[in-house]
């Protein structure tokens, strides 16, 4: 059974640093490609950042220069590591990862203060 689980959110003053965790039960390398997304309040979800099994990424123009996506085969995870974190940051984050079909955590609160 594929499970993705998130950990590493918080509260965090703007301009403090964060680093999302993602396990996957079944290990990375089944997946094509795992990303993160976030759903703040009231909005719909939103992707944040991708990384392929290649090793390519690629982000959302708002957190580009902010956040970077990372992964440890041997540890079977995938991080996002998030750095001069603003008020607008705050959602709650979803790892996702697609083999054919989409397989997505419980979420990780992220909630940063002005």
């Known amino acids: 059974q594929v499970q993705l689980v998130e950990s590493g959110g918080g509260l965090v003053q703007a301009g403090g640093s964060l680093r999302l965790s993602c396990a996957a039960s079944v290990g990375i390398s089944p997946f094509d490609r795992m990303g993160w997304y976030r759903q703040a309040p009231g909005n719909q979800r939103e992707w944040v950042a991708v990384?392929?099994?290649?090793?390519?990424?690629n982000y959302a123009d708002s957190v580009k220069g902010r956040f970077t996506i990372s992964r440890d085969n041997a540890k079977n995870t995938v991080y996002l590591q998030m750095n001069n974190l603003k008020p607008e940051d705050t959602a709650d984050y979803y790892c996702?990862?697609?083999?054919?079909?989409?397989?997505w955590g419980q979420g990780t609160q992220v909630t940063v203060s002005s």
């Open positions: 996702s990862g697609y083999t054919g079909y989409d397989y």
């Open positions: 990384i392929t099994r290649g090793g390519s990424t």
